[in-house]
């Protein structure tokens, strides 16, 4: 059975910085997409960034580049998000995904996964 588990969420005041992390059980990160979206209350589910651990690929949401990071370490299965000035516009539930196909378009553009994680939170106070 394939497990997704994020961990690294909390409170810190805004400018600070968070690592966020997606270990797999069951699953390997080999040739996949793997991806962090974050979703608040009543609104939708929207992508933060994505990488494509066949060939390091990355994809980030406009208001996250610059300050955001995904990368991944295969030795470990883990896949990480570095969230660095943080805003409080950043304050959600964070969630890791993982689409079992050769590129992230389904899962970027359609937020079509094949599994999810439980979710981490943000938070971000001014």
């Known amino acids: 059975e394939v497990g997704l588990v994020e961990s690294g969420g909390g409170s810190v005041q805004a400018g600070g910085s968070l690592r966020l992390s997606c270990a797999a059980s069951?699953?390997?990160?080999?040739?996949?997409?793997v991806g962090w979206f974050r979703q608040l209350p009543a609104k939708e589910r929207e992508g933060v960034a994505a990488i494509y651990t066949g060939g390091g690929f990355t994809y980030y949401r406009n208001s996250v580049k610059g300050r955001f990071a995904i990368s991944q370490d295969s030795a470990k299965n883990t896949v990480y998000l570095q969230m660095n000035s943080l805003k409080p516009e950043d304050t959600a539930m964070y969630y890791c995904?993982?689409?079992?196909?050769?590129?992230?378009?389904?899962?970027?553009?359609?937020?079509?996964?094949?599994?999810w994680g439980q979710g981490t939170r943000v938070t971000v106070s001014s």
């Open positions: 995904a993982v689409d079992d196909a050769p590129s992230c378009g389904n899962l970027w553009a359609d937020n079509e996964a094949d599994y």
């Open positions: 069951g699953y390997t990160y080999r040739r996949t997409c």
